[in-house]
């Protein structure tokens, strides 16, 4: 053993000791990455712990698992970063997952443009890393992601030396580990907005005024998707539109017209300036995504393509209900404003919502409509969003490619 190795492996053995229940390490072992606190052993109780702490986290049995980071006031108390027992969470880690997930989106992409780190599916849970060109834009969700935040920007630096790094720390899931939301600059000189570039198109976002992180990438592959099913003069619409990207996609492959929907006039304002960058130009409605579809029903429009991407209604179990039949009555309008033979491109974010509960929400939408559901392809998120196969979580991205039939016209109330 190196003497470097002798020193990790030490400090690795040094750390404190989470200790599971008898039985409890199945998932871990398993290849998930969390514990969750009523897993713990009394042996080990956790509010010995403070928020951020690294730990070993062995089974009853006293079988290593893994290096982790412990947060004792969440409910998943901790979360596993490295399954090398010599190997501690240390600066020399976060490089090297780093350049490996660096080495994946330059194999994937020929210009920096894409999500660099997705959490746990590069090794890094609670870390979000999204790339425009020399820029990169970041989330921390985790009290221990957080701990570690001085060390990933040293890391950054080192693997990528980027011009400049900035924190957009906005996210609900903060607030569940008990952290404040910010926003501020780590280091380097940061523009009030970035440039994208998807294709042939170019776009800008807002950064602090912008949704997440600025950009979609997830839906990149979507988008591209759709060029494939929309015929040439199409008519399109497209609703919680944030800042253009559907709408110019159709347009920049041969769609007559296209009209963006969204509550946000700075959303709009860039929409309308990403069509002017790239020689184009759209319609835009400020307006709830409900109440646009409504008026456009009752004012008798249709559309030979409608694009729903809306955000995420279900965002914990108990919002399922509610959640579904949000999705329900969105894409029962969208379909009320479909030509006869139109496609709908139907997406949802919710991780709660399945594929298939999806579908059947499609299915439900479309008959009081006496429409038709044809599925043409299913897509899902970017591969720029690997998904780990023992994470469920890491899967989230829904979107239909539907053709919808059957005479237009709308005979059951919303």
């Not at 980027?162 to 280091?187: I, V, Y």
């Not at 709660?352 to 044809?374: D, F, K, N, T, W």
């Amino acid at each position: 053993m190196t003497d470097l190795a002798a020193i990790a492996e030490s400090a690795a053995r040094s750390e404190p000791v989470l200790r599971l229940k008898r039985g409890e390490e199945r998932r871990v072992d398993a290849g998930h990455p969390w514990v969750f606190s009523n897993e713990v052993a009394d042996a080990t109780p956790l509010r010995a712990f403070s928020a951020g702490e690294l730990a070993r986290v062995e089974s009853y049995r006293r079988q290593f698992l893994g290096h982790a980071y412990v947060n004792p006031h969440a409910l998943i108390c901790a979360r596993i970063v490295s399954r090398t027992a010599a190997q501690p969470v240390d600066q020399a880690l976060i490089e090297r997952r780093l350049r490996h997930a660096l080495a994946l989106r330059e194999r994937l992409h020929g210009a920096p443009y894409y999500r660099l780190v997705f959490g746990e599916s590069d090794g890094l849970p609670g870390l979000v890393l999204d790339r425009y060109g020399e820029i990169l834009v970041g989330q921390i969700a985790t009290a221990g992601m957080e701990a570690l935040r001085p060390t990933v920007e040293a890391a950054v630096r080192r693997s990528l030396a980027p011009s400049a790094l900035f924190w957009k720390n906005d996210s609900g899931a903060r607030t569940l580990e008990g952290l404040p939301q910010e926003a501020h600059t780590a280091f380097g000189e940061m523009p009030a907005e970035l440039a994208v570039r998807e294709g042939n198109l170019q776009f800008l976002a807002p950064l602090e005024a912008g949704q997440k992180t600025g950009w979609f990438y997830d839906q990149r592959a979507n988008r591209t998707r759709l060029t494939r099913f929309l015929p040439r003069g199409a008519r399109v619409l497209d609703v919680c539109s944030y800042v253009g990207a559907w709408g110019l996609t159709a347009l920049a492959a041969g769609a007559a017209s296209a009209c963006c929907v969204d509550a946000s006039e700075t959303a709009l304002a860039y929409a309308v300036r990403n069509a002017a960058r790239n020689g184009l130009q759209l319609q835009t409605v400020r307006a709830d995504a409900f109440e646009a579809l409504t008026a456009l029903r009752e004012r008798g429009e249709r559309f030979d393509a409608v694009v729903l991407d809306p955000p995420a209604f279900i965002k914990r179990k108990k919002d399922i209900p509610r959640g579904q039949a949000a999705y329900r009555k969105l894409n029962q309008l969208a379909m009320s404003v479909l030509a006869e033979d139109g496609l709908l491109v139907s997406c949802s974010c919710s991780y709660h919502l399945s594929g298939e509960a999806l579908i059947g929400i499609l299915q439900a939408a479309a008959r009081p409509a006496g429409r038709e559901v044809r599925i043409l392809e299913a897509g899902g998120q970017s591969p720029d969003h690997p998904i780990h196969p023992a994470i469920p979580e890491t899967r989230y991205l829904k979107a239909f490619f539907c053709r919808i039939g059957g005479e237009v016209g709308y005979t059951s109330p919303l």
